[in-house]
């Protein structure tokens, strides 16, 4: 398929689903860029999707079924799938057996496997990893709407007044609607309030950063709906006719006093009035949340408090206001349409509903219909743990890593008597479990559509073919249920078939009683599915609805179409905090990195910005606790631990930190966050607390530090206290750390370089036994092959510098330099990558600024370029023109 014609299609990464046009390479690369057309990013991408073309090598892909490690015909391994399934639920029970999936996988994947599971199987034993990232939101909607309905648009974000984000710092993992969000204020001078406890990237811009105590939300905004009633700010009219229980919501609102909700939120008094007054005088609010408000065991009450502000306004569903929840991944809401979750029905059916179970198995004309729900996430992996679950389908996902009580997922999965596993990856920490792998066509090679935050429906479409045995998710399953005597009900021509399906079943027996209506796709040819565009929810059949909201004259989904206030209550987490485990640590994504980094660390210029895993910490608790700056700390929580690199910053608040969820044990020693988690969950939704974990924080005793950089991968020796590994352009780099050193350090340096050595190589050596200084480098032919730098103290070299020399012919005149990993005085040093899309360093943003008297992003941007792609480093870019300004005298 190598051309010149461009794709349409979306980005697999985050829920704000921007279109992209590709175009693959003969080089196996692909041209990308964002789709001028599409209506969720008219052409903006982010730093992530903009290297999407540098991520489809097929280096470490899964390109045949395997057994036991063997690679085997597809015949063999569904035959081995389905037969265990079989065999499983013919001894133990449909129940027995369970499909874990993924926000990752498509739509017409996530049909299949529901109905396959609900509707012939006969359990509800399918849940999804968008449990982990937006179950709460789903759960609020329907306690509040009787429907999981986001009412608003992406348009709202240009026609609101005031944006409040709460729990999400859209500049780094929304960050397309971040930069719509930067130029509507630039537009109409939207005001911008961040409800945080971290002073994230986003806060460049906000007017007012909240730096709330973690877990206060609910306190918040129940104080604030306190506020707009006594202040007369609520709107009667749209209670009395749309709602009902505002009497006893607000009952349990007004026993919290402002004083209280100050104390409470950790903040003072006037910042929690100034955020109260500005809400409540403005009209055109539009409240986004996301993670931060989602993972929390009082995750729903915070989604409903929320929403419960919006409905006693009556701001909601109208031109630039109401509550948002914005989905982390591609398609979790495109998984929520289909049922993929364990206590739903497909096309927002509920299980629980005698007469939903009836519509669904009718329209399947299925053998039975699962009548109660299955195990949520957590749940699942104790069934798996304790044997309830004999038989475990992991598809799309890397539970080993993303769950809580990470080391004991694995050690229930690797219980497991089986366990099949779909992935694009062959080396993942679960792949390393599976009895079966089932090799999946990954991003540019599969076909069908996913739904983003606001309800709106994108193909994703392939525009290379598929390599070796890789076959799609949805093929996968049909094959399974056909090998479970299923075939006449799984019988589909391709992703099209699949898509009518759905669309007919949203319509069938719905006028409008339920809110998901696409029927207007029910007869949709192969020709008009592939040339489809997006389009948002609902789509009945017969109308030409352009309404692109929901609620704002009521009519919700409820059986008197009223909204319900729900009584939220706030309960403090302090208490989980012991003298033991004194720090409270947060996680969540970085700008360039994608969930276990499986796609995203295939790319140097995505590693380039952050290289490795790291713990931020408040500057008087790092002194408190003895962490020198880049030095490396160990974190320990009742269930695991953590080796990260320490990073002190006033944007964390005292006694939080905040680590990221990506790194996975094929990147780093010891970083799988979720070790540390405990599976504590909301209990109306079942979404895990990953926003408060109770930890202990000290110093890691390191012996020595290094950095290397080789062109072959780095032999990493077991008993190596740490590493992290990160791709280099012309080859690989690696922190390293140990508790003891080597005694001989040209053999560890000669050990560790091995995979790539030649004996005609020219060595390079330096030590200073008085600083503990050592410097190794290689070179052939001239041209750098690796280098090591040690140090007892955290490696001071200039690691982009150094990484670039990789393959480089270094002069005789230049071989100290290299040995002391500067670059000399007349060669300029980018220090580390801030705009990945140009590979501009912070050296250089500084040199602009100081030299050139750069002042704003736009001048940096027509100086070096950065920030002028993308655009995810602008607020990057401020933050250093803040530190580099100086002030104003008088
Ligand atoms: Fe992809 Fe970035 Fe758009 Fe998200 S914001 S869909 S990661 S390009």
Known sequence: MVGNRWTATTCPYCGVGCGVLARANAD???????????????????????????????????????????????????????????ETIATYGPDSVAL???????????????????????????????????????????????????????????????VVLVGSNLAWCHPVLYQRLVAARKERGTKIVVID?????TCEIADLHLAIAPGSDVALFNGLLSHLTATGRISPRYIDRHTTGFGAA??????????????????????????????????????????????????????????????????????????????????????????????????????????????????????????????????????????????????????????????????????CPFVAVSDVTRHTDTTALANVLLPAAAWGEKDGTVTNSERRISRQRAFVGLPGQARPDWWQICEVAR??????????????????????????????????????????????YDSLQPFQWPQPKNTSRTESRFFAEGGFFTADRRARFVETRYQSPASRISPKYPFVMNTGRIRDQWHTMTRTAKTPRLMSHIAEPFLEIHPDDAAAAGLGSASLCEVRSPHGRAVLRVTITPAQRRGNVFAPIHWTAQYASEAR??????????????????????VAVRPYDAAWYGFAISSEPAALRDGLAYFAKAPAKAGHRVELAGSASPLDWDAFANELFAPGNNENDEVLTYRDARTGHYRYARLRDGRLESALFVSRQPVVVSRTW??????????????LRLLAGRPGGNVPDKGPIVCACFEVGANEIATAIARQGCVSVEAIGACVKAGTNCGSCRSEIARIIDAHSVPKAG
């Open 197 to 201: 406890p971290r002073r994230t990237a």
């Open 673 to 694: 966050i979720d070790v540390l988690i405990a599976s504590r969950t909301d209990l109306v939704s079942g979404q895990p607390e990953s926003k408060f974990t109770p």
């Open 28 to 86: 196996g690369t692909a041209d990308v860029k964002g789709d001028p057309d599409h209506p969720a990013n008219f052409g903006r991408l982010c730093s992530k999707g903009s290297a999407l073309g540098e991520t489809m090598s097929l280096h470490d892909r899964l390109l045949s079924p395997l057994i036991a490690g063997e690679p085997v015909s597809w015949e063999s391994a569904l035959d081995k799938v389905a037969g265990t399934f079989r």
């Open 100 to 162: 874990y999936v993924s926000g990752q996988i498509l739509t017409e994947d996530y049909y299949v496997a529901n109905k396959l599971m609900k509707g012939y199987i006969g359990t509800a034993n399918i849940d999804t990893n968008s449990r982990l990232c937006m179950a709460s939101s789903v759960a609020g909607h329907k306690r509040a709407f009787g429907s999981d309905t986001v009412p608003g648009a992406y348009q709202d974000l240009e026609l609101a007044d005031l």
């Open 483 to 528: 090998r479970l005597g299923y075939a006449d009900a799984f019988g589909y021509a391709g992703p099209h078939e699949i898509f009518a399906e759905y669309a007919a079943l949203t319509g069938t027996e719905n006028s409008a009683t339920r809110d998901l209506d696409i029927s207007a796709f029910e007869d949709i040819s192969e020709e008009a």
């Open 802 to 815: 150094a990484a670039g020399q990789l393959g480089q012919r270094i002069n005789p005149g230049d071989r």
């Open 250 to 415: 607000i009952k349990s609102c007004n026993a919290l006093s402002l004083d209280r909700v100050a104390e409470i939120c950790g903040l003072d008094k006037s910042v929690i009035s100034a955020f109260l007054e500005l809400f409540a005088a403005t009209e055109r609010t539009l409240t986004i949340y996301s993670q931060g408000v989602n993972q929390s065991t009082s995750g729903t009450d915070k989604v409903n408090a929320i929403i419960n502000c919006h409905l006693a306004t009556g701001r909601i569903g109208k031109p630039g206001m109401g509550p948002f929840s914005v989905t982390g991944q591609p398609n979790a809401m495109g998984g929520r349409e289909v049922g993929g979750l364990a206590n739903m029905l497909a096309a927002h059916t509920e299980l629980a509903n005698p007469d939903h179970r009836r519509i669904v198995q009718t329209f399947w004309n299925s053998p039975r219909i699962a009548d109660a729900p299955g195990h949520k996430a957590v749940d699942l992996f104790d069934a798996v743990a304790d044997g309830r679950i004999k038989a475990l389908w992991i598809m799309a996902t890397n539970p080993v890593d993303s769950l809580p009580e990470a080391d004991r997922v694995r050690d229930a999965i690797a219980s």
